[in-house]
């Protein structure tokens, strides 16, 4: 085994984790959302509790899941270019991965963002909201990994 067959290994073990984070918490948003037209004996207790797995979801899963496939994802970059060079960083498949790695980034950004809003009461987002941009992380994964695998270029 490589260095670069454990940096790759690790950081797809990581990006598992994270993409399986940012698929179900706009979930568990939504669900709390939908909370809202219940009459408020049920509601409190059930949004207190997604409420407690959104959190423990950010902290214990999304975000370490986030900071190592951005540690392992650069570890592979370093193995990369001391056995290529720089210039592989200008190819169109790399530039799409890190395109997608940077709005993946974004998105787990506005979902940490949502999730204080959310307990502050003070998200004006639906249900629905949620469930439709709930497929963000999966397109962009789609365009990512065959992006890298088949490393497609213009022309």
């Known amino acids: 085994m490589t260095a670069y067959d454990l940096a790759r290994g690790l950081h797809i073990l990581a990006v598992i984790a994270w993409m399986a984070g ?15 037209a219940k009459p408020e004996p049920l509601r409190g207790e059930m949004q207190a509790l997604l409420r407690t797995w959104q959190t423990r ?30 210039s592989f960083l200008a190819e ?15 998105w787990h950004g506005f979902l940490a963002a949502q999730r204080r809003r959310i307990a502050a009461g003070t998200s004006k987002h639906s249900g629905k909201f949620w469930r439709v941009t709930n497929e963000i992380p999966f397109l ?15 022309g």
Do not use: C
């Not at 940012?22 to 809202?36: H, M, S, V, W």
């Open 92 to 106: 169109p498949w790399m530039i799409t991965k890190l395109g997608g790695v940077f709005l993946l980034s974004g």
């Open 57 to 86: 979801l950010l902290r214990i899963i999304l975000n370490p899941a986030m900071i190592l496939a951005w540690a392992f994802g650069l570890w592979l970059i370093h193995i990369d270019v001391a056995a290529r060079g720089w």
């Open 22 to 36: 940012l698929l179900f918490l706009p979930r568990l948003y939504a669900y709390d959302a939908e909370q809202n």
């Open 140 to 154: 962009l994964a789609i365009v990512m990994v065959l992006s890298v695998t088949t490393e497609w270029r213009f």
